[in-house]
Nanobody, 129 residues
Framework: QVQLVGSGGGSVRPGGSLRLSCVVSGYTYTSGCMAWFRQAPGKEREGVAS????????TYVDSVKGRFTISQDNAKNTLYLQMNSLKPEDTAMYYC??????????????????????WGQGTQVTVSS
């Protein structure tokens, strides 16, 4: 049984940093797509960043480019999201998600939650002064 467990959220001041983790068990995404989504109250869930696990190529939504970094540690079967220069508008519940079989091109274009089959539970990020 595939399980994704997200963690690392918290409360920080604007300009602060957090690192989210998503530990995967029961499956290894050797040629898949993994991503971080976020959902703020009253808003739709949006894709933040994705990584094609076959090559580690990454894609980011414009609002986080230069501030967030998605990465993977294959030895630990863990996905990360390093978030720097956090802004109040980054406040949301963050979810890790995965597609088991993907191509690099598909992964770079997959932005809808419906594209992803495996989900972790959310971890809350709050940015406030």
């Amino acid at each position: 049984q595939v399980q994704l467990v997200g963690s690392g959220g918290g409360s920080v001041r604007p300009g602060g940093s957090l690192r989210l983790s998503c530990v995967v068990s029961g499956y290894t995404y050797t040629s898949g797509c993994m991503a971080w989504f976020r959902q703020a109250p009253g808003k739709e869930r949006e894709g933040v960043a994705s990584i094609y696990t076959g090559s580690s190529s990454t894609t980011y939504v414009d609002s986080v480019k230069g501030r967030f970094t998605i990465s993977q540690d294959n030895a630990k079967n863990t996905l990360y999201l390093q978030m720097n220069s956090l802004k109040p508008e980054d406040t949301a519940m963050y979810y890790c998600a995965a597609i088991r079989f993907s191509s690099s091109t598909y992964c770079s274009r997959a932005a809808r939650p419906a594209d992803f089959t495996d989900w972790g539970q959310g971890t809350q990020v709050t940015v406030s002064s």
